[in-house]
């Protein structure tokens, strides 16, 4: 076997070549490439063929294009799907077969006379085909032609008879369009969820409930509304101080004088060292600054007399003029209002990260009523206090949350339970219509909730097509618009259309009427 690949493009004078290049007898396999779009007809494979006979090659190919596949397969010429498989036939199919001979037409016989008495023979009979001869004529009786005529007419007429009385009752076809009308159905059902029950209880109408808690915290900020008066700057100025003894006096820094009439104000020397020469009545100036703020520390000339401690003895002060820088501004100061608001605000924002994080603990299906959300403050801690002097008041809060989680999966399939056991017999429920209703609750404590869940939906009565066609068959639309109406329930007037309307009647054969039972808004 000779395995030929012919490279794309796959030519039909490349496979005519291969062919030629094989020995009498020889197999040869064409592999050809996966897009040979110029073999993909009948003609090419006709030529290969005609050409591997004349040179007595066998020739198969391998090919997965389907269509170069069924033309090959029209020539008579063997396909594979790959080499391996047509190295395994160990034979192939011979494509030298050729059609079988046709039939031999058989010759008309002759029967010979025969005695049938003294000097008498039989006639010669000639069987050609299907007929037989006697003496140059049929045995079969002579036909009279009018009788055959009437009767094809007779069958005719009869034929005819049948597809008029076909189409007149057959053709025609009704379409009826109803409309049932539609009941609103509406049930509702007293529920109690409490803490503990696993399982829905449909007979005491209990479902489940279960305690949720979340801990949140936060901090948060406020402006202060508060004001007051505030001593601001410091008074300043100059004093003397006047030696008693007659050794040499050093007044060190900070040195506290104050006045002697009055509240008394308190200033200290801002001058690192002050040395008042030796002698009575020396002297020596030293800068001074009130120790406290505001307006207290501005005081007339000679008002400073006194000097704490033990330089009192040796010295005598006093201010030849007076202090001033001292004054007051108004400031924010935090009030119990502030705290209050500050609280609430904050709680309020807890409150909700607070239900938003039990929802992250919710099961499917369950739902916290927010009526059942309590919150505890477990710390409360403010940066500043009532009275205090700033213009931003903090706050760090933490709460813990508990609520309630109600299972509202089993609150509704209760609620449409109830609803389908109080559909009217004969009735039908129509499922795409069924809505439930937001639940109300009507009761709260720290084991369940009591609630009121509601379903409606609208029902009908079916109407069955094969009722419809044995009520309306064979009467005229207005008979069959009145045998509707008074037999179904409708929510509109029926519509009865017939084509063609022959007859001016509903066909009287059910199969021709066609019921569409549609709802209202369709």
């Given at each position: 076997?000779?395995a030929t690949?012919?490279?794309?493009?796959?030519?039909?004078?490349?496979i005519?070549?291969?062919?030629?290049?094989a020995?009498v007898?020889?197999?040869?396999l064409?592999?050809?490439p996966?897009?040979?779009?110029?073999l993909a007809?009948?003609?090419p494979w006709q030529?290969?063929?005609?050409q591997?006979?004349?040179?007595?090659?066998?020739v198969?190919v391998?090919?997965?294009?389907p269509?170069?596949?069924?033309?090959?397969?029209?020539?008579?010429?063997?396909?594979?799907?790959?080499?391996?498989?047509?190295q395994r036939r160990w034979r192939?199919?011979?494509?030298?077969?050729?059609?079988p001979a046709?039939?031999?037409?058989?010759?008309f016989l002759?029967?010979?006379?025969?005695q049938?008495?003294?000097?008498v023979?039989?006639p010669?009979?000639?069987?050609?085909?299907d007929?037989?001869?006697?003496?140059?004529?049929t045995?079969?009786k002579?036909?009279?032609?009018?009788?055959s005529a009437l009767?094809?007419?007779?069958?005719?007429g009869?034929?005819a008879a049948?597809?008029y009385g076909?189409?007149?009752?057959?053709?025609?076809q009704?379409?009826v369009?109803?409309?049932?009308?539609r009941?609103?159905?509406?049930?509702?059902?007293e529920?109690?969820a409490?803490v503990?029950?696993?399982e829905?209880?449909?007979?005491?109408?209990?479902i489940?409930?279960?305690?949720?808690?979340?801990?949140?915290?936060g901090?948060a900020?406020?402006?202060t509304?508060?004001?007051t008066?505030?001593?601001?700057?410091?008074?300043?100025?100059?004093?003397?101080?006047?030696?008693?003894?007659?050794r040499?006096?050093?007044?060190?820094?900070n040195?506290?004088?104050?006045?002697?009439?009055g509240n008394?104000?308190?200033?200290r020397v801002?001058?690192e060292?002050?040395?008042?020469?030796?002698g009575?009545g020396?002297?020596?100036?030293?800068?001074i600054?009130?120790?406290?703020?505001?307006?207290?520390?501005?005081?007339?000339?000679?008002?400073?007399?006194?000097?704490?401690?033990?330089l009192?003895?040796s010295?005598?002060?006093?201010n030849?003029?007076p202090?001033?820088?001292?004054?007051?501004?108004t400031?924010?100061?935090?009030?119990q209002a502030?705290k209050?608001?500050?609280?609430?605000?904050?709680?309020?924002d807890?409150?909700?990260?607070a239900?938003?994080?039990l929802?992250?603990?919710?099961?499917?299906g369950?739902?916290i009523?927010?009526?059942t959300?309590?919150t505890?403050?477990?710390?409360?801690?403010?940066d500043?206090f009532?009275?205090?002097?700033?213009?931003?008041?903090?706050?760090?809060l933490q709460?813990?949350?508990?609520?309630?989680?109600?299972?509202m999966?089993?609150a509704?399939?209760?609620?449409?339970?109830?609803?389908?056991?109080s559909v009217?017999?004969g009735?039908?429920l129509?499922?795409?219509t069924?809505r439930?209703?937001q639940?109300?609750?009507l009761?709260?404590?720290?084991?369940?909730?009591?609630?009121?869940?509601?379903?409606?939906?609208?029902?009908?009565i079916?109407?069955k097509?094969?009722?419809v066609?044995?009520?309306?068959?064979?009467?005229?639309?207005?008979?069959?618009?009145?045998r509707?109406e008074?037999?179904?329930d409708?929510?509109?007037?029926?519509q009865?259309?017939?084509?063609?309307?022959?007859?001016?009647r509903?066909?009287?054969?059910?199969?021709?009427?066609r019921v569409?039972?549609?709802?209202e808004?369709?």
């Amino acid at each position: 076997m000779i395995a030929t690949e012919i490279p794309a493009p796959a030519t039909l004078a490349a496979i005519q070549a291969a062919i030629r290049g094989a020995d009498v007898g020889e197999r040869v396999l064409l592999i050809l490439p996966d897009h040979a779009d110029e073999l993909a007809s009948e003609v090419p494979w006709q030529v290969i063929r005609r050409q591997a006979d004349d040179a007595e090659v066998q020739v198969g190919v391998v090919s997965a294009d389907p269509d170069i596949r069924y033309f090959a397969k029209r020539a008579r010429i063997p396909v594979y799907k790959s080499r391996e498989q047509a190295q395994r036939r160990w034979r192939w199919p011979r494509a030298d077969y050729r059609l079988p001979a046709p039939h031999v037409a058989r010759p008309f016989l002759v029967t010979p006379p025969r005695q049938v008495g003294r000097g008498v023979a039989a006639p010669v009979i000639v069987t050609l085909g299907d007929r037989t001869l006697i003496h140059g004529k049929t045995r079969d009786k002579p036909r009279r032609w009018w009788l055959s005529a009437l009767g094809y007419l007779l069958v005719i007429g009869l034929v005819a008879a049948a597809l008029y009385g076909f189409a007149l009752y057959v053709v025609p076809q009704a379409t009826v369009t109803l409309v049932p009308a539609r009941t609103q159905l509406v049930s509702s059902v007293e529920i109690s969820a409490k803490v503990g029950v696993e399982e829905p209880e449909y007979l005491n109408k209990v479902i489940p409930a279960r305690v949720v808690q979340a801990r949140v915290e936060g901090f948060a900020t406020t402006e202060t509304t508060g004001s007051t008066e505030a001593p601001v700057g410091k008074a300043t100025g100059q004093v003397t101080f006047i030696n008693r003894t007659a050794r040499e006096i050093v007044v060190p820094a900070n040195t506290i004088v104050r006045t002697a009439t009055g509240n008394n104000v308190r200033f200290r020397v801002v001058d690192e060292e002050v040395r008042v020469p030796p002698g009575i009545g020396q002297r020596a100036s030293a800068a001074i600054e009130a120790v406290e703020p505001g307006r207290e520390g501005n005081v007339p000339a000679l008002t400073i007399s006194e000097i704490e401690g033990p330089l009192n003895i040796s010295l005598r002060v006093s201010n030849p003029e007076p202090t001033a820088g001292g004054a007051v501004e108004t400031v924010a100061v935090v009030t119990q209002a502030d705290k209050d608001r500050l609280l609430g605000q904050l709680q309020a924002d807890l409150q909700r990260q607070a239900y938003s994080k039990l929802g992250e603990s919710l099961r499917q299906g369950e739902f916290i009523p927010p009526e059942t959300v309590t919150t505890f403050t477990l710390a409360e801690t403010y940066d500043r206090f009532a009275g205090e002097h700033s213009p931003v008041l903090g706050l760090q809060l933490q709460l813990l949350a508990r609520g309630l989680a109600v299972d509202m999966d089993a609150a509704e399939q209760m609620a449409l339970r109830t609803l389908r056991e109080s559909v009217p017999e004969g009735h039908f429920l129509l499922e795409e219509t069924i809505r439930t209703g937001q639940p109300t609750f009507l009761r709260f404590d720290d084991e369940g909730v009591d609630l009121t869940m509601t379903a409606s939906g609208l029902a009908l009565i079916p109407i069955k097509p094969a009722d419809v066609r044995s009520l309306i068959a064979g009467a005229t639309p207005e008979e069959a618009v009145k045998r509707l109406e008074a037999e179904f329930d409708l929510a509109t007037r029926p519509q009865i259309t017939i084509e063609p309307d022959w007859l001016g009647r509903v066909p009287y054969i059910p199969t021709r009427i066609r019921v569409r039972v549609l709802q209202e808004g369709e």
